[in-house]
């Protein structure tokens, strides 16, 4: 009865979805699995961490954006292993057999390898990640509102952020709006002054992948938001409370977040995909795997052979691939000649406050402060529309981001880590 | 330059808190203690944990309902001990000395030893109890769309709720409107007649301290709503996968939500305060410890002596001797003659779905159907205004309340435990 040819996606992140949603209403099944029961709306992620939204606000439900594609069936599950030869995703459940795959897992930290990032820093790269270190600052703040030692205290109230990319220079600026907004009204105990957020970035600049007019307008911005940004700045450690730097330096801080590196996911190494030094998979330009035409890589994890320099991580590229590999593969079933992938950049965009922004757009005009950041509000909400879909929902959202109305900022789960002890008089 | 007589509140529940707006602004020192930064509005928990609300819907931070407070510090710490003599409060960050203590740690779970209760049943009076059945009941869904054995599925999709009493008919219902509401359109392959919603009950009826006639309504409610509810049935054992009942019956299901027990926080007979056979601290009409003026107890901690029959634990009670017990210390302070408590009851309510409650007010009217659910919304509409404070914020509960909007129904954080194997084709 079923002979409708079987793609089988993982991952629900933009490149997985985008493909699944392609393949609707087509002459193929598909099944779509991930880790996760929600989508998360990455290029938000930074703002959850920094107490600005909720998680509810940038996670939607797979299922429900699928609700309507009959040829589409959902498994919540993580996936354990790939059997190129034998044609299988084996998961946590199931096992499951496919005539064509999509591999869009994405990407994860990379550490470099520096002692101590692992266990000490904070990643920031899924919604569960942000939970966690928004929960870790919000106790910062909690435990030094009691501490009656000024060192600890500064040391509990200095963030330090590795990496000078989109989401080092956006959480940093999210970062002070928190500090320096109403939010510190809730700690009369606390002054402004103890608070310290350092960037610290190994090269040159912040943001180089844009224009140095942006690059130096994000500067002036982040300065004058009271972040210290620190080029050339190279981390050697991380301990329980401090930053080790290449010159010497040490910084004292019970908080560190790493955004400097990312890498594939490296599951696919393991299973005998064909990876580079970044742990992407190398593909074609029609995003197939050499030797297995039908296993396509998509997004952060695909590394595309053809390009001379790498493109970026992010949304727009995974959303871009996952059309085009869902595509190739109804070519691939009709027998019709299959399109090699063509980057249609739209340009690059960072936020680093309210009203401050920078943008570049088709390479070729840019523009910074309230215009800027009007575009990129206006960009996000409009992707954001595709998922809730109701103008409600928008509205909310951005009666959310604009007035700080609904974010209650729970600590919730609970850390359970003592505190530092001592008397309170 | 110190001189205030300083009161330490222990507990942000709805006791603390109002014994903490009652002593603002007066000449006291009040320092509230909480292990969580935010108060839960525990009327309304069922509905976090049947997918109804989200998290924050019924949170709300402690720092920011006392922020205009002058007097009042709030400290995030979980309390270790109380030593009576040397009156200070240990918690695992300070210590903390008082002149007037209020103990207000409210009620937990009592499993009345049932073997397999503690290990596989869900209890749920806090709101990271709720979230952890939300995710628990979402992943057995999730689950149950993979599982191929009909007889594990039956059992992953039967929802056993142990207790008769508010919380356990006000869930029973809630988690009726999900199974068999839209929630299902997202699981295609699974239909609603595997689904089982079991309510037992060890005496004769439900809701024992309404009226009769509201007890049957109740009843019937439940009945419409296709939940099972059996009386008389009394709980002997739970396993991962079974109930086994007093006439030998075992009931195959996963999740088991135990709702029929609760008794005073434990900590009070370990700090040697006198308690009773369910662990409420033994206090006089004034609210105060025999032996320690100093010591105050309200809420579902207390057990008022001279009354006949105990006081139930809600919201209500608390609420007024909060009050009662911050006024009483002012009076002490004053060298006045304390007041003994005397309870207004306004009335109890439960609700068993939209437009169907039942309402017993100042034990002599009573309500069902329409009226009771819209008396009941009304009620607590006008309790959360008091904590959000904000029109927008009470629009837009009222919003999701009644439209299911922004319920997204993450299961985050995600469950670790391994599902059961199988091969899917």
Redesign the interface.
Known sequence: MNERPKVVIVGAGFGGLWATKTLARSSVEVILID????HTFFPLLYQVAAAEL???DI???V??TL?KL?NV?F???EVNKVDLVAQVVET??????YDYLILAMGSRVHFFGVPGVDEFAYPLRT??QA?TLRNHI??CF??A??A?DANHRRRLLTFVIVGGGPTGVEFAGALAELVYGSFM?????LNTQDVRIVLLEAIGTVLSNLPERLQHYTLTRLHEKHIEVRLKAQVTRVTYKTVQLNDGEIIPAETVIWTAGVCGDPLAQIWGLPVTRTGQVRVKPTLQVEGHPEVYVIGDLASVAENNHPLPMVAPVAIQQGMLAARNIIRQINTQALHAFDYKDMGTMAVIGRNAAVANLLSRWSFTGFPAWLLWLGVHLLRLIGFRN?L??LI?WA?DYLFY??V???????KRK????????
Not at 35 to 38: A, D, K, L, Q, T
Not at 185 to 189: K, M
């Open positions: 880790r996760n029961n929600y909720e998680p509810v996670a939607y439900p299922r429900t609700r009959s069936r498994i919540m599950a946590d459940g199931s096992a499951i057999a919604l569960e939970i919000l106790s909690e435990q509102s009691c009656a009204e809730d700690y009369p105990t109701r409600v929902v909310n009666w109305e609904r209650v900022r729970l600590i919730l789960p609970r003592p505190v530092s002890k001592g008397i309170l008089q």
